[in-house]
């Protein structure tokens, strides 16, 4: 990374990350032009470089070698190989390396234009979007949900047994009737403007029709002029009986969040909506 960045992490862990990404810098020739990003739980960081071929992203993962590997792993490439019609960022390269008990992998990626709609998943304010801003968001989806992938990121069996741990048995029939290729993760900083683009692909997969639509509209409900707006975008799908399912399951792993400290005013939110899904789901 640049010595020109004047950032000083706040932990020894935040340290060890930035010195990952400068060693991943260092290995392909490339200068950091902006501060790094952490992600979740301080997982990855990232930061748009300089390199001899233009502007890129560069990001590196971390991860304990048992759960260095698997679909969530290769996730951003597999995207880049499989999927088509979708704006998001492309893997140019990737490599991986061993530092002690963490095995790190580094994914060089096409840059962007535009922001990241909100600085965390759940969204705080309202967001003033481009018009046209919505229709991407659906061409994109509707290109994704026509991939065809065997990466399974939910399974009839999972989805089961997490409405049933949190819901009791007042869903008599978890029974999902159609199943497409999602991103599974799509919240709003994980959404960029003025021109739509997904990004953060490690856990894309087959999940319920309707899952993307839930996961955005469980994240928005702290801003009800935006959940109205995102339920009505996508009411058809989160009116239909997979979509219904999603919401359940997704509120469960919302929940599953607000008890490790993550957005705990959405809880009763999040309450509120799922009696609301459980009311439509009766016969």
């Not at 234009?113 to 989806?141: F, I, K, N, V, Y």
């Not at 709003?188 to 894309?204: I, K, T, Y």
Request: charged content about 20%; some cysteine.
């Amino acid at each position: 990374m640049s010595s020109q960045l004047d950032f000083h992490p706040e932990t020894g862990h935040q340290a060890w990350l930035v010195a990952t990404l400068a060693k991943a810098a260092a290995e392909i020739g490339a200068t950091a032009t902006g501060e790094p990003v952490f992600g979740w739980r301080e997982r990855t960081i990232s930061a748009p470089v300089t390199t001899a071929e233009g502007a890129r992203w560069l990001r590196v993962v971390s991860e304990q070698h048992r759960y260095a590997g698997g679909d969530f792993w290769t996730g951003n490439t597999d995207a880049t190989a499989a999927i088509a019609g979708v704006v998001k960022p492309e893997v140019l390269r990737h490599w991986e390396w061993t530092d002690d008990e963490y095995r790190l992998r580094a994914e060089l990626m096409t840059l962007l234009p535009g922001r990241h709609c909100s600085p965390t998943p759940e969204l705080r304010q309202s967001l003033p979007l481009p018009e046209d801003w919505w229709p991407g968001l659906h061409a994109s989806l509707a290109a994704l949900a026509d991939t065809d992938t065997q990466r399974v990121h939910l399974s009839q069996a999972d989805l089961a047994h997490r409405i049933r741990v949190f819901f009791g048995d007042r869903v008599t029939d978890s029974t999902v009737t159609a199943w497409t290729a999602a991103h599974t993760d799509l919240h709003w900083a994980n959404l960029m403007a003025p021109r739509c683009a997904l990004v953060d692909w490690e856990g894309w997969g087959v999940a319920p029709a309707g899952f993307d639509a839930a996961t955005l509209y469980l994240h928005t409900l702290a801003v009800p002029e935006m959940a109205e707006r995102v339920h009505r975008e996508f009411a058809d799908q989160l009116a239909a009986r997979d979509g219904l399912l999603a919401q359940l399951y997704v509120t469960g792993r919302m929940l599953l969040r607000i008890n490790s400290g993550d957005y705990p005013d959405l809880a009763i939110p999040l309450h509120h909506n799922a009696e609301r899904v459980l009311a439509a789901l009766q016969p």
